[in-house]
């Protein structure tokens, strides 16, 4: 993800070597979502909008079994020119859903029952909004409970550290409240070391970033051999700011993804009317 919203006096995060958040043993245990890899092929794919990617799939299985199902996908372009730089695809797992939907109709009707046709369209204009959107979508991922999944497919060939450099931006331009905190800067620090710098990062390759039900975040790419741990970030506010700058503000990574990710939590929330 090349580029964010950029912010200004930012404090950088500790380099990775001096960094004991950087290597795997100083994380500990994690939280369930390190286990997630694609396995099998036979899912129904969805068009993309794009030649470079043309399709991601519906569906996938965990290697626990567990199902993860798309909410909604776009293309993150840069510039006046609008070059594409990768697709994403947003899934959440399918034993969660019920969890989700609970979440996001909360915020609406606190008592959680199913949410009535204008509740409805409350909804959706906070998830569409500039500001309501990141107040919504933080409680949501504040309350936890909903693994998630971030499918990225370059669609020209970049290098890891773009990516890394990208996402770090948007965390830090979204984290201003926590800079001054405990182990935030840590922790930034932990989540780029995960990323090898000027290493390739061919066209086509898929790299997951897996957000786990307390938060936990691990980076996961597709290499010749089959998939490959990148490491894991255990503080869950990487991973939320992370996913905000495809949710929530008024500029995010892509305005296409978001409003399919809008489409399809409708479908979740309306399903349980």
């Known amino acids: 993800?090349?580029?964010?919203?950029?912010?200004?006096?930012?404090?950088?995060?500790?380099?990775?070597?001096?960094?004991?958040?950087?290597?795997?043993?100083?994380?500990?245990?994690?939280?369930?979502?390190k286990q997630v890899a694609i396995v099998g092929a036979e899912a129904e794919q969805v068009p993309t909008g794009t030649s470079t990617v043309p399709t991601f799939p519906r569906t996938f299985a965990a290697a626990d079994g567990t199902e993860y199902r798309l909410l909604g996908l776009g293309i993150r372009t840069v510039s006046f020119l609008r070059i594409q730089v990768y697709v994403v695809g947003?899934?959440?797992?399918?034993?969660?859903?019920?969890?989700?939907?609970?979440?996001?109709?909360?915020?609406?009707?606190?008592?959680?029952?199913?949410?009535?046709?204008?509740?409805?369209?409350?909804?959706?204009?906070?998830?569409?909004?500039?500001?309501?959107?990141?107040?919504?979508?933080?409680?949501?991922?504040?309350?936890?409970g909903v693994r998630m999944v971030a499918r990225v497919v370059p669609t020209r060939s970049t290098e890891w550290g773009h990516l890394r450099d990208g996402w770090v931006r948007g965390i830090m331009s979204r984290g201003g409240e926590y800079r001054d905190e405990e182990g935030f800067g840590v922790a930034v620090g932990g989540f780029k070391a995960l990323f090898p710098g000027r290493r390739a990062l061919p066209k086509g390759r898929t790299m997951l970033l897996l957000r786990g039900g307390k938060g936990g975040l691990e980076v996961r790419a597709e290499e010749d051999g089959g998939w490959v741990s990148m490491g894991v970030v255990e503080d869950e506010r990487v991973s939320r700011l992370l996913w905000l700058g495809y949710l929530g503000g008024k500029t995010v990574a892509s305005e296409e993804a978001r409003r399919s990710v809008v489409e399809g939590v409708q479908g979740i929330v309306e399903g349980a009317r």
Do not use: H
């Open 1 to 33: 993800m090349a580029i964010w919203v950029l912010a200004t006096s930012v404090e950088l995060p500790p380099k990775a070597e001096e960094n004991e958040a950087a290597t795997p043993e100083a994380r500990g245990a994690f939280d369930g979502a």
């Open 90 to 144: 947003l899934y959440v797992a399918v034993p969660d859903t019920a969890v989700l939907r609970s979440l996001l109709a909360r915020q609406i009707a606190p008592s959680g029952a199913a949410l009535l046709p204008d509740e409805l369209e409350e909804l959706r204009a906070r998830l569409l909004d500039g500001e309501r959107s990141t107040v919504l979508w933080d409680a949501v991922l504040r309350a936890g």
